[in-house]
């Protein structure tokens, strides 16, 4: 279950993600040039959030501008725009490379070791896997087992 939502978050549910992600960031990457889809987040059956950002920052009237690129989303969705915050979502290769020596939270589809939710700094993140300081031993998670990761706001 969602903790924001009540919704529950089930295989199917990250694969939706996943698929709306692939639809929506060229769209708005193509309409808005310079905007950065990091993230799609199905909230409930018929809400969804979608973070962006970019080198000037993120204010309201570019989240209107992105809303209004994602127009046709409006039918079946509620759609909110977002700032990334000060919990960044991590998606891409490049986002958990940009937070080396950092913490983060990371949700994997299917468990490693037991579990699927991890916790730790980033040691390492290359083309295929983001490797973390997980208690005592480095732990490598493929990109593909990740449905979700975001920062750990220390501030």
């Given at each position: 279950m969602?903790?924001?939502?009540g919704?529950?978050m089930?295989t199917?549910?990250y694969?939706r ?5 692939e ?16 993230a ?6 018929s809400r ?7 080198e ?10 992105v809303?209004n ?10 759609v909110?725009v977002s700032s990334?915050?000060p919990?960044?979502?991590?998606r ?6 940009s937070v ?10 299917r ?8 916790r730790?700094e980033?040691l390492?993140?290359?083309e295929?896997?983001?490797t973390?300081?997980?208690?005592s031993?480095?732990?490598?998670i ?7 990761g975001?920062?750990?706001?220390e501030?």
């Amino acid at each position: 279950m969602s903790k924001e939502t009540g919704y529950p978050m089930t295989t199917t549910t990250y694969a939706r993600e996943r698929t709306l992600q692939e639809e929506i960031a060229p769209t708005v990457e193509r309409g808005l040039p310079g905007v950065e889809v990091l993230a799609v987040e199905l909230l409930s059956p018929s809400r969804l959030r979608v973070y962006v950002d970019r080198e000037e920052g993120v204010d309201h009237a570019l989240c209107e501008r992105v809303t209004n690129v994602l127009r046709s989303y409006l039918a079946d969705f509620t759609v909110e725009v977002s700032s990334p915050g000060p919990e960044r979502p991590l998606r891409k290769p490049g986002h958990f490379a940009s937070v080396t020596g950092h913490r983060v939270a990371v949700r994997t589809e299917r468990e490693l070791e037991g579990r699927n939710r991890f916790r730790g700094e980033v040691l390492a993140a290359d083309e295929d896997a983001v490797t973390l300081a997980v208690g005592s031993e480095p732990l490598r998670i493929p990109y593909e087992a990740i449905v979700r990761g975001n920062l750990i706001d220390e501030g």
